[in-house]
């Protein structure tokens, strides 16, 4: 162990600009007495706590305990015991059925529990009905699975408990107990060494290493396709995403929130603010909760530089929600928190959500229809923070950086006080990049893949029936690029877009092209989707690659002479060379590269190269 520390501390720190401890600090630190290893995880100090929401657990002897209830909320069950429990229920209560809607890669079922006062299953009778429909998921990362045993609960006072299920006369729920259902069977106590119980849990990515949240745009996992052909379907009111925090301490236990007002969806942004969020929040602190923001350290570690409010783009679900104009919430629960807290709080929101959406049903379906079908010029891209847009109350805690000798830089230690301080508040609501909405895309029939991945989305596609020729414009991506610094990446090889070249062509589509009209109701996400300076377009994932490849190419014998009769024919073309070789000595150093400008002058060279292959037309 000396000789691999001291090589270790031996190597130099001035590439990294990282605050490395010195050796002889190194040294004393740790000759010293060293701690015994703890049994688990080394988490910070936790208070007590008792809510109100305690006496929603079910008795010893209630034939409807759930099996983490039986636990004293302490574990979890296994998927087999999951879905044993939610059948037996299923089979003694009429409102309440279960459907798959898909099969994980290891081919387990993924099963969604309808909770519907009629016993309905089919989506267009329940749209008939009038009734909101509400969609909840737990186990997208399957180590957070608080929103699994909360929804248990949940179904069971909804029907066998009957203490909810008044609700049920203005809502559906659609409940998705375990969505990772192959990360969840890889079952243990190691899961996650940041997080207050339960005893075991699932793991957070699927059965190929995939994270679902990563994929809502490229959709290549078996069960996040489930999930959005489930969207498609059904078209719920409102969609619940149940998650389980990393990050810092502090004194919230229920976080959650949404893209704000400066995202895809305003008017929908405005009524979660307005009617959703203080209602969650005053049924959470009657229960004994505390419920906050969703909450990221702008350095990363601690909060004492400032609270960043994040805006998410469409790879992860409350991004792609907002892109889709569907109302969506991420919820975030303390993972320092006891695994008990978190569950009931889940329970508190989830049935306030259930009941707000019941009752407030036509204003949020008029904010769904004024975001769906605004007119829209420009459609921002991404965002990124700005200055500090002031200061808010926090309820943090307390909290020092200190010197590690094991890391051998500065770690926050988190004393488990709670305190009340004043932190900047960072927004993410800066337009990094946006873009002009044109009235369609066309793509070429040989792209058909993209069109297929539209289409998986809900986006409605078009196939031209005869040729038609067009005035477009299309993008030319001289400077695209493999993305290395990102490489692997979700099982994908990134790619950046660089500045791009937007130029006007008339182009000859054959008939069997594709057409995208951006008036729809899935316009945003047709346009994130397609402008490749969308950091979740198909092109920076990588789909459209090819065209980054030259595939003709040239013998020097033939090249070069080619080359000097252009010089003596072209006046203009031989000043361009000479400006070249005197600006970029580079070029003027390599033989080959000369020959290829004059290649790119020639109509030898691949027109198609670095072009695009998705058009923006007026008509």
């Not at 809510?51 to 039986?70: F, H, K, N, Q, V």
């Not at 939610?86 to 059925?97: D, I, M, Q, T």
């Not at 429909?133 to 949940?154: N, S, T, Y």
């Not at 339960?198 to 996040?224: H, I, Y």
């Amino acid at each position: 162990m000396s000789g691999f520390i001291h090589g270790f501390i031996q190597r130099p720190s001035r590439s990294t600009g990282r605050c490395v401890m010195p050796l002889m600090v190194f040294a004393v630190a740790l000759s010293g007495p060293v701690p015994a290893a703890a049994a688990g995880p080394v988490l910070p100090p936790v208070q007590p706590w008792n809510g109100a929401s305690e006496a929603l657990i079910a008795a010893p002897d209630d034939p409807w305990i759930t099996p983490s209830e039986a636990s004293g909320l302490t574990a979890t069950p296994r998927y087999a015991e999951t879905m044993a429990w939610l059948e037996r229920l299923a089979a003694a209560f009429p409102e309440l059925n279960l459907v798959s809607i898909g099969k994980s890669a290891e081919g387990r079922e993924i099963w969604m529990a309808i909770a519907d006062r009629d016993g309905l299953t089919d989506p267009e009778k329940i749209a008939a009905s009038g009734r909101a429909v509400i969609l909840a998921h737990g186990g997208i990362h399957a180590g957070e699975i608080d929103g699994k045993d909360a929804g248990l609960m949940l179904l069971r006072d909804l029907t066998a408990g009957r203490r909810h299920a008044a609700l049920l006369d203005k809502a559906t729920w659609l409940f998705i107990p375990i969505l990772n259902v192959d990360g969840h069977e890889r079952f243990g106590p190691y899961g996650r060494i940041n997080q207050r119980g339960p005893e075991e849990m699932g793991w957070r990515t699927n059965g190929r290493n995939l994270n679902l949240n990563r994929d809502f745009a490229k959709l290549e996992t078996e069960e996040v396709a489930a999930l959005v052909r489930t969207v498609n379907l059904w078209q719920p009111d409102l969609y619940l995403d149940l998650h389980v925090t990393d990050g810092a301490d502090y004194q919230y236990d229920i976080t959650y929130g949404w893209n704000g007002p400066h995202g895809w969806s305003p008017r929908i942004a405005d009524w979660l603010d307005e009617h959703l969020r203080p209602a969650v929040n005053a049924a959470l602190r009657t229960a004994g909760h505390v419920p906050g923001p969703l909450i990221f350290a702008a350095n990363g570690r601690d909060m004492k530089d400032g609270m960043l409010s994040w805006t998410a783009g469409p790879r992860f679900s409350n991004g792609w929600g907002d892109a889709r104009h569907l109302p969506s919430i991420l919820v975030e629960n303390h993972s320092l928190k006891p695994y008990r807290r978190r569950v009931l709080g889940t329970y508190v929101l989830l049935v306030e959500v259930l009941r707000l959406a019941g009752d407030e049903r036509q204003s949020l379906r008029q904010a769904v229809t004024a975001d769906r079908y605004a007119e829209r010029d420009a459609v921002p891209l991404a965002f990124e923070a700005g200055e500090a847009a002031g200061e808010i109350d926090f309820l943090g805690i307390r909290s020092t950086v200190e010197l590690s000798p094991v890391s051998g830089r500065p770690e926050v230690r988190w004393s488990g006080e709670p305190v009340s301080e004043r932190i900047p508040l960072i927004v993410m609501d800066r337009q990094a990049a946006a873009v002009s909405v044109p009235n369609y895309y066309y793509l070429p029939p040989a792209w058909y893949p993209l069109a297929d991945k539209l289409r998986q989305q809900g986006i409605l596609v078009d196939v031209l029936d005869q040729p038609r020729s067009l005035e477009v414009e299309r993008y030319r991506l001289p400077e695209a690029a493999l993305d290395t610094a990102n490489t692997p990446f979700e099982g994908r090889a990134r790619f950046t877009a660089g500045p791009l070249q937007l130029e006007k062509a008339t182009v000859e589509m054959p008939a069997g092209s594709f057409r995208v009209d951006t008036r729809q109701s899935l316009g945003t996400l047709a346009v994130l989707l397609l402008e490749p300076g969308s950091p979740d377009s198909f092109f920076q994932w990588g789909y459209l690659a090819e065209i980054l490849q030259p595939t003709e190419y040239f013998e020097r014998y033939a090249m070069e002479p080619e080359a000097a009769r252009m010089l003596a024919a072209d006046d203009d073309l031989r000043q361009r060379f000479l400006q070249k070789l005197l600006a970029d000595p580079s070029f003027a150093a390599d033989p080959s590269a000369r020959l290829h400008w004059f290649y790119e002058q020639t109509p030898y060279f691949d027109e198609r190269y670095q072009v695009y292959p998705v058009y923006r037309a007026a008509d």
